[in-house]
């Protein structure tokens, strides 16, 4: 079946450095959105790709959905303490099946000040 | 406006006893969604309903049933808990692309 892995599971950074998760699936996706949980929190909706090399800009985080849409990455530049949590991409199950999103595994972000 | 709402928070459960977990939502959204998150494991679906009246089953259904009541309601029931159960659930109901999720219910099975 479909699987949505992210590395690295687990990144910490001093306030200040750049950070990045890559998400990658075993098969193309229509979309891919991204998740931040808090800790002690629940999942809340970042953004959403579509289109192939798509980049999109939330103030300091940049997220790219890759040519083959297979892949994506979330990238923070300089990290503040307010960027801790678990950052999850998640995809729709092939054979458009868009109801059934798959999240991926997920890469905790923690930063020291 | 609540949003999400689950309930209970917490519970801990015998094995072999049953439960029912609670969530409404109040933004006439169309698809909700049961999902429970281990620890390394990310969150995996269990089942979601499309609209209402509708179920199917998501990557991990075994052990458990849903109910959509109503287009507000969907329940999740654990008929006989087993600790493999043990997890946070999460509720979810979706406008468009977006998940808007539930405060969760950490559930432990002894």
């Known amino acids: 079946g479909q699987q949505v892995m992210q590395i690295p599971q687990y990144q910490h950074v001093q306030e200040g450095e750049d950070f990045t998760t890559y998400c990658n699936s075993s098969t193309t996706l229509s979309n891919i959105q991204w998740y931040k949980q808090r800790p002690g929190g629940h999942p809340v909706f970042l953004i959403q790709?579509?289109?192939?090399?798509e980049v999109k800009k939330q103030k300091r985080l940049t997220f790219q959905f890759g040519e083959a849409k297979k892949n994506s990455s979330l990238h923070i530049t300089a990290t503040q303490t307010t960027d801790v949590g678990t950052y999850f991409c998640a995809g729709p199950r092939p054979s458009g099946a868009t109801n059934k999103l798959i999240f991926g595994t997920g890469t905790l972000l923690a930063v020291q000040p | 406006n609540a949003g999400v709402t689950q309930t209970p928070k917490f519970q801990v459960l015998k094995t072999g006893q049953s439960m029912t977990l609670q969530c409404a939502q109040d933004?006439?959204?169309?698809?909700m969604y049961w999902y429970r998150q281990d620890p390394g494991m990310g969150l995996r679906l269990i089942y979601y309903s499309a609209s209402e009246g509708t179920t199917d089953k998501g990557e991990v259904p075994n052990g458990y049933n849903v109910s959509r009541l109503n287009k507000r309601e969907f329940s999740l029931r654990l008929e006989s808990a087993a600790p493999s159960q043990t997890s946070v659930y999460f509720c979810?109901?979706?406008?468009?692309?977006?998940?808007?999720f539930g405060s969760g219910t950490q559930l432990s099975v002894l």
């Open positions: 933004m006439n959204h169309n698809s």
């Open positions: 979810a109901s979706r406008r468009v692309e977006k998940l808007f």
């Open positions: 790709l579509v289109k192939s090399g």
